[in-house]
Structures are given as C-alpha cells and as structure tokens.
C-alpha cells in the first residue's frame, strides 16, 4: 500500500511537470507571437480610423466592473481594401467610451502585408511580462520532469 501512495505522489509530480512544460510552451509561443505583431506594427504599421460595429467585455463576478473589451471594427486600408475584423482588444478606457457612446470610431494600427493584424494605437505594450512567465513555467515543468526521472531511477536501482 505503502508503494502505490509513493508511486502516485510521482506520477501527480510527473504530471505538473508535464502540465507546466505544456503551459510554458504555450504561453511563450502566444506571447512571442504577440511580441513579434507588436514590434512590426511598431516598425512599419499604418495608422488608421476604424469603425465599431460591436463590442464585448468580460465582466468580474464579484465586483460587476467591465474589463477586458474587444471590438468588431471595420476600416479601409491604404490601399482602398474595406477589412473587418473581429475581436480586438482595447484598453479599458477605450472599451468603456465605447460602450457609453461617447465613441463609435477608434484609432488603429494595422500592417499592410497582413490587412488583419490590427491593434489599438495606443496598445503597444511589448508583451514581456507574459514572455517572462511563459518560460519560467516552460523550465520549472522542466526542472520537475528531470528531477521526478532522477528520482525514479534512484529507488530502482535501490530496489
């Protein structure tokens, strides 16, 4: 009986190690995915009015406050290319001038390789934070698979 608890109390520290590399590798890829739209909006995106055709926010359960706005928009390009696109975020202010209709049209920054990849003017945070923890989970679930195999390995070669 003694055994089993053993060898399930390695398989639950197997398992968050497994669970924190796959968390990592996912939150490092989304996030330099985003870093990398980021910067190349920065560096040569263009600047446009776009239209809000819809919005939608998550609201906090416990304290009923808006947070976390997207927006349907529709612009034109440069180009004369009508694009709309759907789920963008905005910061909150920008969602909630929205949502009092105080504002129907925002300023966006969109690249004109890639007409879709559009982000709110002033929504260019580079995304480190994320990039940060993304691979401080993607080691940690490292570290744990390593140190779990090390461990098993041991109590065999004891046993």
């Given at each position: ?74 612009y034109t390009t440069e ?81």
């Open positions: 009986m003694l055994r089993l608890l053993e060898a399930v109390k390695e398989f639950k520290y197997g398992l968050i190690g497994i669970i924190f590399t796959f968390l990592g590798i996912t939150l490092t890829y989304d996030s330099w995915h985003e870093y990398h739209v980021r910067r190349l909006l920065r560096d040569h995106g263009k600047v446009t009015s776009a239209t809000v055709t819809a919005w939608d926010a998550v609201e906090d359960p416990k304290t009923r406050a808006l947070g976390s706005f997207k927006l349907n928009l529709k180009r004369g290319e009508a694009i709309a696109v759907e789920k963008v975020p905005v910061p909150t202010d920008v969602g909630l001038e929205v949502r009092s209709g105080r504002a129907t049209s925002i300023r966006v920054r969109y690249l004109p390789e890639r007409p879709s990849a559009v982000r709110h003017v002033l929504d260019m945070s580079s995304h480190a934070i994320e990039l940060a923890m993304g691979l401080l989970l993607l080691v940690g679930g490292l570290v744990i698979a390593v140190v779990m195999s090390v461990r098993a390995r041991s109590k065999r070669k004891r046993a």
